[in-house]
């Protein structure tokens, strides 16, 4: 037989009721919150796994911040290539109408005084700054100013060639930012292969067009120099006046149409005829040169050359959009009367609206791009909208409680409590001193 001390009763009742007790006031607690695991001692392997998936939602949920932060700076630099983009459109309406040959010299300063206003506004789109401060168009160097003039017409890029790169997925970084010395200087001038000019000292009235390649890989050719000249001729003796050209390879010296060093001065063997073409390949006749060529290209010149006129053509290269402006700017207000003066004037007005047509083509492809990063936040952001939906549902089925079983649990818990309550009220009787 094992006898129990009347202290030993009493302290095994009180346990009892402690823990009825807890267990009741912790079903009561996952009711009030709705929580089944409210403490790792709850479910230790449930709240173990609880943080691990916590942790990848805040993951989430930080890939969707920065997400946020990439389209508020995607958004900006869209914003600000929109408005160079409508500011180069009207720049070009101004300079087709600076076309009109009823506008006097002073009209087209007043035209070229509206764009130097132009000019200012550009540049200061070319230095926007998103929401944080941060320059959209200097690379890395975010607190850099990225662009500013050194001197008339002459802009200097004082950031660098990166892209700040965001972290918007565990394997996924995208550029929030463009260089802009790839979106405003970068740019090939001409028809973005080879650029047509005019010498500044012509005095006849032609006017070159911007020319078409006839052949890329011809032109790309290394045997190509890709700098050639065009001499005009005018024998004023026949009747009507005959005017004849020659084409020199600048890099020899030599003619292309004879093959031999180019002649110092005319009559030449082509004929020049107002809007027909000059083509850079052997003509037989009247060329004499036995070695055949194509360059691959070929061009339109429109008026009347005079005797030593020379026009060139080389290989674009690089020109930033503030020169094209400011180039425009400086033939408006040099603008005079006369037939050359007139013809240089349509000559710099075609080589800016040709230059111009280059600027937006590029800006309108850095507006693409950015389009296109943009669609991918959208749909990187989507994708961790899910995995936190994920999350929330896995969270909810492992911390979650179920309201019908722990009203049951209550319930049971309640009258076990009481039971217990009036068992030990029983046996606080069952003492020998109740009997003396």
């Known amino acids: 037989m094992i006898r ?22 912790r079903t009561q607690d996952q009711i009030s919150t709705g929580r089944r695991v409210r403490t790792p001692s709850d479910d230790p392997v449930t709240a173990a796994r609880s943080l691990e998936v916590e942790q990848s939602r805040g993951v989430s949920k930080q890939y969707q911040r920065n997400n946020d932060s990439a389209q508020a700076a995607l958004w900006a630099s869209e914003n600000a290539i929109s408005s160079a983009v409508a500011l180069l459109q009207d720049v070009r309406t101004v300079a087709v109408n600076a076309g009109n040959g009823a506008l006097s010299s002073n009209e087209l300063k007043s035209l070229a005084s509206e764009l130097r206003g132009r000019y200012q506004e550009l540049l200061g789109i070319a230095n926007s700054t998103d929401g944080n401060g941060l320059y959209l168009f200097s690379g890395y160097q975010g607190t850099t100013r990225p662009f500013a003039e050194t001197t008339a017409g002459s802009v200097a890029y004082a950031g660098d060639q990166g892209s700040r790169l965001i972290r918007i997925s565990a394997s996924r970084e995208i550029p929030s930012s463009d260089p802009g010395s790839d979106i405003f200087q970068r740019i090939k001038n001409g028809n973005g292969t080879f650029v047509t000019e005019v010498d500044e000292d012509n005095t006849g009235s032609g006017v070159i067009g911007p020319g078409t390649v006839t052949s890329p890989s011809a032109w790309a050719d290394d045997a190509n120099p890709r700098d050639f000249s065009v001499r005009f001729h005018v024998d004023s003796t026949a009747t009507p006046p005959v005017t004849t050209y020659d084409i020199v390879d600048n890099v020899s010296g030599d003619s292309l149409l004879t093959g031999t060093a180019a002649a110092a001065s005319g009559p030449y063997l082509r004929t020049y005829t107002e809007d027909g073409t000059i083509s850079l390949r052997r003509q037989v006749p009247p060329d004499t040169n036995a070695t055949d060529f194509d360059y691959g290209a070929e061009f339109t010149i429109k008026g009347s050359p005079a005797t030593d006129d020379v026009f060139t053509i080389q290989a674009s290269r690089n020109e930033d959009v503030f020169t094209t402006l400011y180039n425009l700017i400086q033939t408006l207000e040099t603008a005079s009367s006369g037939a050359a003066a007139n013809a240089r004037l349509a000559n710099g007005l075609n080589t800016a609206l040709s230059n111009f047509d280059r600027d937006i083509d590029n800006l309108l492809r850095v507006q693409a791009g950015i389009g296109v990063r943009l669609r991918e936040t959208d749909d990187a952001y989507a994708s961790q909208e899910d995995l936190v939906g994920q999350y929330d549902d896995t969270l909810s089925d492992l911390r979650d409680l179920d309201y019908a079983k722990a009203l049951s649990d209550l319930a049971r818990q309640t009258l076990t409590y009481e039971a217990a309550q009036k068992t030990f009220a029983q046996v606080q009787t069952l003492s020998l001193f109740q009997y003396i």
């Open 4 to 25: 129990l001390s009347t202290k030993t009763v009493f302290e095994q009742g009180v346990f009892n009721l402690q823990r009825s007790q807890a267990e009741v006031f």
